[in-house]
């Protein structure tokens, strides 16, 4: 019988939606990394200087803010990853091991790399950052802005000696200012012109313009700071410092003109000035800097922590991702495998080209469970075959009467059958598994000379107790070639209990031989009896000499050819039984009638009965069992007799039977010389017997009284229990009647076997 492989759908690990799932998940994660980069970057260059956004602590506090929430966003996706990485592991989920190293090389390996340049670019940035601060560096700008200011300072002072002289010599022209204005004016033009200034002119306190020289100047003159005449009150001039103009100009009080100053501007260098310009923003940007160093400093330390953090985040975000990648085909190898191990073969790996080698591993992997499959069904087939001729052969050997035993190359038994157990008296369970020179030593010896003779069958017949009874087995050895050159040879013993057979062959031929002899002997008795009688009727009167040896002679021969009778009466019971008359009967009455028979005769013997309260029901010859029961009794208290003469203990007899079952057990125990050891059964043969006088037909008699009521005979020696187990104990087992139908049913068989045994069937 094949067992049909119905067609199921392959379970597959790792399919499409679980792929797609994890795809959808990864998308946050790939846009997370990729804004983080890029606000990590233009952070970056915007601290630099590099656009045109100022990178004050408004803007830096803004870019370190944004990339601190990239950084708590990718920080949170790991976070989720790294849990369910971490609840894998603890489900044992296949390759999560292999998860987690391919996590952490990732992670080691983009971390080290951005935690040293972070370090370096720091350690760079402060060293740079001393150097540019350190001393010399600061005296090169203060000595820059020096000059520059010097330059200009110099030209203020060169102006302000030209225009104290100028209001001077306006002060001495006072009269001119008040009579001749224009002629005044034409002398501020000349004083102008000859000190080469740009612009002169009289104003007021209000900056007012009162008049002005005509100097020709390409540019118009600037009017006067607001407040400036205050500083010119007491008689100094003020200078008016060029700023981002490449002049310089004084205010002076005229002395002898009331409430009128004098101003002038003069040209200067327009590289110097701008030269000044740039110093000085240079040195204010420089003083800046050195002012918010530590500013710098921490600000470049944030962003170069948080562009590291960045880059090791998202290098761990990739790593897990690319371990995903990496352990799911192989994750699915394991579970796939995992399922094989249970026996499931119909699973599959999903292939996909993108997996690369492992795509081929897989492919590999669902053709050998294709071919696992195919070699599963064709095991499973060749199992069907063997089981079914594993049970015709049980069946076989279950059917079989004759005890079968099987044995390996090694002597260690493989199989018992159920004739071999109930026959040998051993468990199939205990059995199997050890040497047969262990179970049974003497089927043992027969095996190990059956191996050594190199026959394939060989024979023999051995003889050894089994059940408390010594039987006699014949044991044939049969070699099985192994299919192999050099292949161990297996063997198969049959072993038969042939000790009912061979006492039925000796029963047989003794009734036989019985037959003949009392036919024999019984003829010649009776005419030897009545001569012996006639001789002493006739001549007793007559011989006078010698008259008791007469009558000794005659007395003698007629006690003899007696006794010669009582033989050949037994020979003659023997070789035809009586035909039993089956009765419903109380086993116990013919048992008291037994026993009551030879308590009577031998009152030197102490006689225990236990028959119990149950009625011994069965089907039954009264006679005959009463004979039995006679002859075993008769036998224990004989034994007794031949013991006490040993001992001079005194005797006993137990005499018991009880219900067990389906069977009546009766037990017959006695304290005397006990049975010998071996060839025990021996004694349950016609003309065994081991007392001077007896015939050895009483037990044979009982025997088969028993057997012919379908009972058996069994010989043990006494239990422990009763006086020290010394003495024997014959044990016979009777068929029980458990109703009336089961008693009539018996009665028939029991005619009929009766009869097919007369008809010689």
């Not at 203020?156 to 104290?164: K, M, W």
């Not at 033989?567 to 008291?592: G, N, T, Y």
């Not at 229990?721 to 018996?746: C, N, Q, V, W, Y």
Request: hydrophobic letters at 45%; a neutral charge; glycine letters at 8%.
């Amino acid at each position: 019988m094949t067992i049909p492989a119905h067609p199921m759908a392959p379970t597959v690990f790792g399919g499409t939606p679980s792929t797609d799932g994890r795809r959808l998940l990864a998308l946050p994660g790939v846009v997370a990394i990729v804004a983080a980069l890029v606000t990590a970057a233009v952070s970056f260059t915007i601290l630099v200087g590099a656009t045109p956004i100022t990178p004050d602590e408004t803007t830096t506090l803004s870019l370190i803010a944004i990339n601190a929430v990239f950084v708590t966003l990718l920080i949170s996706l790991i976070v989720r990853e790294a849990h369910r990485i971490v609840v894998a592991r603890r489900h044992g989920k296949a390759a999560s091991r292999l998860h987690v190293r391919i996590v952490a090389m990732f992670s080691l390996v983009a971390a080290l790399p951005a935690i040293m340049v972070a370090v370096i670019a720091s350690i760079t940035l402060d060293i740079g950052l001393d150097r540019w601060f350190e001393l010399r560096t600061k005296a090169i700008v203060s000595s820059s802005l020096s000059i520059a200011e010097a330059y200009v300072q110099e030209n203020a002072r060169n102006l302000q000696g030209t225009t104290l002289s100028m209001a001077y010599d306006l002060d001495q022209a006072r009269a001119l200012y008040s009579l001749d204005r224009t002629g005044f004016r034409d002398m501020i033009t000349q004083q102008a012109l000859g000190r080469a200034l740009a612009h002169a002119a009289v104003i007021r306190a209000d900056g007012s313009v009162v008049m002005a020289a005509d100097t020709k100047a390409e540019f118009a003159m600037p009017e006067a700071p607001a407040g400036a005449t205050d500083g010119a009150l007491g008689g100094q001039p003020v200078l008016i410092e060029p700023r981002t103009r490449n002049i310089v100009g004084a205010i002076v009080k005229l002395r002898e003109i009331p409430d009128v100053f004098l101003y002038t501007i003069r040209l200067v260098d327009p590289e110097v000035i701008k030269a000044r310009q740039i110093v000085r923003a240079n040195s204010d940007e420089y003083r800046g800097l050195e002012a918010n160093r530590r500013t710098t400093q921490v600000a470049f330390g944030l962003l170069y922590l948080g562009l590291t953090l960045v880059i090791i985040l998202s290098a761990i975000w990739t790593g897990i991702a690319v371990a995903d990648r990496l352990v799911r085909p192989i994750r699915q190898l394991i579970g796939a495998a995992d399922e094989v191990a249970t026996g499931n073969l119909d699973v599959a790996v999903p292939v996909r080209a993108s997996d690369g080698d492992v795509a081929s591993l897989g492919d590999t992997f669902n053709k050998m469970l294709l071919q696992l499959k195919s070699q599963r069904n064709e095991i499973l087939h060749a199992k069907d075959v063997i089981d079914e001729r594993r049970r015709f052969s049980e069946a076989v050997l279950a059917g079989v009467t004759a005890g079968i035993i099987g044995v390996d190359p090694d002597g260690v038994i493989t199989i018992v059958n159920k004739s071999a157990e109930t026959m040998l008296a051993i468990s199939a369970g205990s059995a199997v598994g050890s040497r047969l020179s262990v179970v049974l030593p003497h089927i043992g010896r027969v095996l190990e000379i059956g191996r050594n003779s190199r026959r394939p069958v060989y024979r023999e017949q051995v003889t050894f107790y089994r059940g408390g009874a010594e039987r006699t087995f014949n044991v044939q050895i049969t070699t099985e070639q192994g299919e192999t050159r050099g292949e161990g040879q297996s063997h198969v013993v049959t072993v038969d209990d042939i000790t009912d057979l061979l006492q039925a062959q000796r029963s047989s031929a003794w009734a036989d031989v019985a037959r003949r002899i009392a036919h024999e002997i019984k003829n010649p008795l009776t005419p030897i009896q009545l001569s012996a009688e006639r001789i002493r009727r006739r001549y007793g009167k007559v011989i006078t000499e010698d008259r008791e040896v007469f009558d000794q002679c005659t007395d003698t021969i007629i006690r003899q050819v007696g006794d010669i009778g009582r033989m050949v009466d037994e020979f003659s019971a023997f070789a035809r039984m009586p035909k039993p008359d089956m009765q419903l009967m109380d086993l116990r009455e013919a048992l008291r009638e037994a026993s009551f028979l030879v308590e009577v005769s031998r009152s030197d013997i102490a006689f225990q009965r236990d028959f119990g309260s149950v009625p011994l029901k069965g089907t039954f010859d009264s006679r005959l069992m009463a004979q039995a029961f006679g002859n075993v009794i008769k036998n224990a208290a004989e034994a007794i007799e031949a013991a006490e003469r040993e001992s001079g203990q005194p005797g006993a007899i137990l005499i018991r039977a009880r219900l067990e079952g389906d069977a009546i057990r009766v037990e017959v125990i006695d304290n005397g010389k006990g049975l010998p050891r071996d060839n025990r059964q021996r004694l349950l043969e016609p003309y065994m017997t081991t007392r001077e006088k007896g015939t050895g037909l009483g037990l044979a008699i009982v025997k088969k009284i028993i057997e012919d009521h379908g009972g058996s005979l069994e010989l043990h020696d006494a239990p422990p229990e009763f006086h020290s187990g010394r003495g024997a104990m014959i044990t016979m087992i009777l068929p029980a009647a458990k109703t009336a139908d089961d008693a009539s049913t018996r009665i028939v068989d029991t005619q009929r076997e009766t009869e097919k045994v007369e008809n010689g069937v």
